[in-house]
């Protein structure tokens, strides 16, 4: 059986200056990812895991559908590449930016300059090499949170350094959990800190994603200034976990376990 490897994100390689707790706090969150990554080829910066882990991890999954997408991006044999958008290619670069505007609800205008000042880039490749989704951890203007957060209704938007998004999956892709691969690198990404995220309320999918990865809904639909749709605002406490050491915090992951089909 092949050793697992987890994505752990450019910046988390090393431990460096953390205490002996938070230490094993952050390793513990990075290596709970295993049973997604199981067998899912990797490139950049990656953290090594024994087959036993990762048959632990499996086995802490509770729901069958997270065990099936595991399975399922296995024997696809997907690479997830993490990295800034320094170390990108002109072509990496520019493939990402043509997959973020397939939801044509993201501006082309001033895109490129977004993704460059992003924290990291995460792209799944498939074994030709295609692009099947990609997602970033974004440093939004000061100006674009502000104006998210009071449209929401809430305040506190210097709180949170990090925005998650310009997460896309190919159609043929979806329902195959690779938006939860995605979130959970990226999140493994930002490291200890406060991040924020912002959906359709029409997207299921994602709204249940963010929910099982601890994120919390955070004031009001409000309208979106691209299309007749309403948008939500979602944030995610670095102190937040859940009960079992996977990231999720206990409201959050209360609610999905009430509310399984959400």
């Not at 490139?43 to 997270?66: F, L, Q």
Request: aromatic share 8%; glycine share 8%.
């Amino acid at each position: 059986m092949p050793v697992a490897h987890v994505v752990i994100g450019v910046a988390l390689a090393s431990n460096t200056g953390r205490s002996p707790r938070k230490k094993a706090s952050h390793l513990s969150r990075r290596v709970a990812s295993a049973w997604i990554a199981y067998g899912v080829k990797t490139e950049g910066i990656v953290y090594s895991v024994s087959p036993d882990w990762s048959a632990k991890m499996r086995h802490t999954c509770r729901n069958p559908e997270e065990e099936a997408g595991r399975a399922w991006a296995e024997r696809r044999g997907l690479r997830v590449v993490v990295k800034p958008p320094a170390d990108c290619t002109a072509v990496e670069l520019e493939g990402f930016r043509q997959m973020v505007l397939r939801e044509w609800q993201v501006s082309d205008e001033g895109l490129a300059e977004r993704i460059g000042r992003s924290k990291v880039l995460v792209i799944v490749y498939a074994p030709d090499d295609t692009m099947v989704a990609v997602g970033a951890a974004k440093k939004p203007q000061a100006s674009y949170a502000q104006r998210i957060f009071l449209k929401a209704g809430v305040s506190g938007q210097d709180n949170y350094e990090y925005e998650v998004g310009y997460i896309y999956v190919l159609p043929e892709y979806r329902g195959h959990l690779l938006s939860r691969l995605l979130m959970e690198a990226l999140i493994d990404a930002c490291g200890d800190v406060s991040i924020f995220a912002t959906t359709r309320e029409d997207n299921e999918r994602m709204i249940r994603t963010n929910r099982r990865l601890g994120f919390i809904q955070a004031g009001s639909p409000f309208r979106s200034e691209r299309g007749q749709y309403n948008i939500l605002l979602w944030t995610r406490e670095v102190e937040g976990a859940r009960p079992d050491g996977l990231g999720f915090t206990p409201t959050a992951w209360e609610e999905t376990e009430r509310n399984p089909g959400r």
